[in-house]
């Protein structure tokens, strides 16, 4: 009997080990996994994004105008910039496909999409790195587009 409670016992405590591990997977691990995310991010916005975005997220410099060949300076991602009107749908887009995808035939432009260079989650990471560069109510006024937007 004194053996069954050994055993008992073992279980029970196995149990409640488990329990821990999947409360601590569950909740404990978001903040690692999502520092991880904007890390990644980061490292692909520095290697794809930074040479023309800026690596402050600054853009080019007079990038509202025109160059003589027909292309626009790329613009800023930051608060001063125009990237936070954009719901997630479209900013998700526009990296993937690239501007022209979206402007009128012979558009000419120096931003081609990423769909053949990255995966759908590194430009998700690269997005959400962007946003992580955002002041507060920048992103809340973003994150209210993207749920009017259903994205
Ligand atoms: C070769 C230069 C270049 C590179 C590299 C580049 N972009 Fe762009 N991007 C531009 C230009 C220029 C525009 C302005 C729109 C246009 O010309 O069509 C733009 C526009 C954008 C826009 C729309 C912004 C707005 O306000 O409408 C997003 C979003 C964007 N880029 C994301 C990215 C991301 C993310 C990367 C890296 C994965 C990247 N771009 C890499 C040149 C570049």
């Known amino acids: 009997m ?3 409670w050994w055993i008992a016992g073992a279980i029970v405590l196995i149990g409640l080990g488990a329990l821990g591990a999947i ?3 569950l909740f404990g691990g978001e903040g690692e996994s999502s520092a991880e ?8 916005y520095e290697a794809h994004c930074a040479a023309c975005h800026g690596a402050e997220l600054e853009g080019e410099p007079d990038w509202r105008s025109r160059r003589a060949d027909g292309t626009l300076p790329a ?3 930051d608060a001063t910039g125009h990237t936070w009107h954009h719901p997630d ?3 998700f887009a526009i990296t993937k496909q690239g501007t022209g995808a979206f402007a009128p035939a012979g558009y000419k432009t120096t931003m081609t999409g990423f769909a053949e260079v990255l995966s759908d989650e590194e430009i998700r990471a690269t997005l959400d790195y962007i946003k992580s560069r955002w002041p507060e109510d920048i992103r809340t006024r973003q994150a209210e587009a993207s749920r009017r937007a259903g994205s």
Not at 37 to 44: I, M, N, S, T
């Open 2 to 4: 004194k053996r069954f």
């Open 23 to 25: 409360v601590l997977g």
């Open 37 to 44: 995310r904007l890390a990644l991010g980061r490292q692909v």
């Open 75 to 77: 613009p800023p991602h």
């Open 89 to 91: 749908a479209q900013l």
